[in-house]
């Protein structure tokens, strides 16, 4: 199994940008999903962004989608998102996850669900304040 480090967040004003990453030890799988989903407390873990590991598909939820760009180095086994016009609904701590592509709408492409990943770093706080 892979093992995920995130590591960038922090506490920014509302408005400001971070940049987090995601640097894993290796792919468990021939076509691999990276995501990032955040969890904020008292609320369910939900999907942020993925990309579809060398291939280069990306999904977001649409609450990120003009915000948020999810990016690869696949040299460096590290998927990074950039966070843009960070509002205080952000605030979360961030994780990063690894799993299996699948084939939708005729390509390869990510889920944006928690249950169809299964490596798991230790997560990055965010923090956004007025």
């Known amino acids: 199994q892979a093992q995920l480090v995130e590591s960038g967040g922090g506490s920014v004003q509302a408005g400001g940008s971070l940049k987090l990453s995601c640097k894993f030890s290796?792919?468990?799988?021939?076509?691999?999903?990276v995501g990032w989903f955040r969890q904020a407390p008292g609320k369910e873990r939900e999907g942020v962004a993925a990309?579809?590991?060398?291939?280069?598909?990306?999904s977001y939820v649409d609450l990120v989608k003009d915000r948020f760009t999810i990016s690869e180095d696949t040299a460096e086994n590290t998927v990074y998102l950039q966070m843009n016009s960070l509002a205080l609904e952000d605030t979360a701590m961030y994780y990063c996850?690894?799993?299996?592509?699948?084939?939708?709408?005729?390509?390869?492409?990510?889920?944006?669900?928690?249950?169809?990943?299964?490596?798991w770093g230790q997560g990055t706080q965010v923090t956004v304040s007025s």
């Open positions: 990309i579809y590991f060398r291939g280069g598909s990306t």
């Open positions: 290796r792919v468990n799988y021939g076509r691999a999903c």
């Open positions: 996850g690894q799993g299996r592509a699948w084939f939708l709408d005729d390509g390869w492409n990510c889920r944006l669900d928690a249950d169809y990943y299964e490596s």
